[in-house]
């Protein structure tokens, strides 16, 4: 009988009830508002490149081997997009031990009947073949020297993806934002320029500095070439422009923006990373944005940033007189990431861009994938709705829209919303948002979670 009470509670979901933000549904109802055009719709979804930015490149790679460097270009793209952080000591050890181990069970070998001074002389035998599996089981992480020919590639092989996910993350901030004026910007691991290209696309009226640094002299000079055009003769059209090959010195000297695009990769540890991002933090005085591919590795870099910056910062002494921080996009809340916790899959998105910047009447129209993380100095305002993320691709049947989404309590839930179950309102609103886009709406648990369920069914057993 109690078994049958505890496998019949363990077994229920709980509900959610789900509620329009009140404001988006006034406008809806006076048709002020369309459904598809509700506020947590971000707009940017196919973003088409700079005309002026193409035509400079083209004249940039006029002279060069155009065949060659989009040859080159599509397998760096390549292998950018399958790139893995490099290994740590102790996890270069764990591999040792497991290879030996490996050899051992070949040879027929118990090691754990082996004396200390055995299992030496067994791994100074068979080290040849100990290292050579651990070379194998091991990603060859190495970092990339960008010449001047190697930083052509790379302009050809990733220029319009990494500027189509810029934008897509900046205009965000352009969108919740419209009301913020920034005067300066670092940009670490700037490259060829993707960013303050996007930056000055938003917002040039209000931007005075743009702050680049690249350790390749190489990526700094081919940037800067084409801000001018492609010419080098000419000079820069916009004010402002810095290129460095290392962050300032000064801890005075902060900025609105703080930019790190497709860059963690390039430090060589988890140490070097975080050191990076301490310097980082503490360079901005209003937003650290941190962009990598969508892949598990990529994702597990920006999720390594967000975790120690929001460590650091909120639990500071007492006294600090740094402000604490919190997750302004993409998440709605500051907790763990519920994707690593429940799915152990990447929390990436999606945008569209055409690949073919440098024909200007092709279209070769392609989908990049990566993970994002903007972080905002100072408290969570009171005011923030913290509307649900919508972190897959929604399913539109009929009748009814599938949506899985990341809340404001540090949870996945997946709601199928239907006309006559939640209203015709959040039901269109719903069925017009798609994969990244916010959902105006406030998600209420009706009863305890299963796990809660559980414990007290067995309690009164």
């Known amino acids: 009988m109690n078994a049958m009470r505890h496998f019949r509670t363990y077994g229920t979901r709980p509900k959610l009830l789900v509620e329009l ?8 109802e006076s048709n002020k508002l369309k459904a598809r055009h509700h506020p947590g719709v971000l707009k940017d979804r196919t973003v088409h490149f700079p005309k002026r930015i193409a035509q400079a490149i083209q004249t940039v790679i006029r002279d060069k081997p155009v065949k060659a460097l989009r040859v080159e270009g599509a397998s760096l793209a390549r292998y950018l997009n399958a790139r893995h952080l490099p290994l740590e000591e102790e996890e270069l050890r764990a591999k040792q031990v497991d290879a030996q181990l490996s050899v051992e ?14 299992r030496e002389l067994f791994r100074v035998r068979y080290q040849g073949q100990i290292q050579k599996l651990v070379k194998h089981r091991t990603y060859p992480w190495q970092p990339i020297q960008y010449n001047a020919h190697q930083s052509l590639v790379y302009l050809v092989g990733r220029a319009a993806a990494d500027y189509a996910v810029v ?13 913020f004026k920034p005067r300066t910007l670092l940009d670490f691991g700037s490259g060829v320029g993707t960013v303050t290209w996007v930056a000055n696309s938003l917002w040039g009226d209000s931007l005075k500095e743009y702050f680049s640094i690249d350790t390749s002299a190489s990526m700094n000079d081919l940037a800067s070439l084409i801000l001018k055009d492609g010419k080098e003769s000419s000079e820069l059209p916009l004010k402002g ?19 790190s695009a497709f860059s963690l990769f390039e430090l060589p540890s988890l140490k070097a990373r975080l050191d990076t991002l301490l310097t980082l933090w503490n360079k901005t005085q209003g937003y650290l944005v941190v962009i990598e591919n969508g892949t598990k590795s990529g994702f597990q870099a920006v999720n390594e940033a967000r975790e120690f910056i929001l460590d650091i910062s909120n639990n500071a002494e007492p006294g600090s007189v740094e402000p604490p921080a919190h997750v302004f996009a993409p998440c709605p809340h500051d907790k763990l990431c519920p994707r690593m916790m429940q799915d152990d899959t990447p929390c990436n998105f999606q945008v569209t861009y055409n690949h073919s910047i440098n024909e200007s009447t092709t ?15 100072g408290p969570r305002p009171e005011n923030d709705p913290q509307w649900p993320r919508i972190v897959r691709e929604t399913l539109c049947r009929s009748k009814h829209v599938v949506c899985r989404m990341c809340t404001s309590s540090g949870k996945l839930q997946e709601i199928v919303f239907t006309a006559s179950k939640h209203g015709k309102l959040p039901y269109a609103c719903a069925r017009a948002s798609n994969w990244g886009d916010l959902l105006p709406v406030k998600i209420q648990q009706e009863a305890e979670d299963s796990t809660a ?7 009164n057993s």
């Open 363 to 377: 279209q070769d129209m392609r989908k990049e994938r990566f993970s994002y993380l903007i972080l905002k100095k």
């Open 105 to 118: 069970r070949k040879y027929g070998v118990d090691g754990s009947r082996l004396s200390e001074k055995e």
């Open 453 to 459: 369920a559980e414990e007290d069914t067995e309690s």
């Open 21 to 28: 933000e009140r404001s988006v549904g006034e406008s809806l």
């Open 241 to 259: 422009v810095f290129y460095r090959q290392f962050l300032p010195v000064s801890r005075t000297l902060k900025y609105d923006i703080v930019v």
């Open 167 to 179: 934008h897509f993350v900046l205009s965000e901030m352009r969108l919740k934002l419209p009301e």
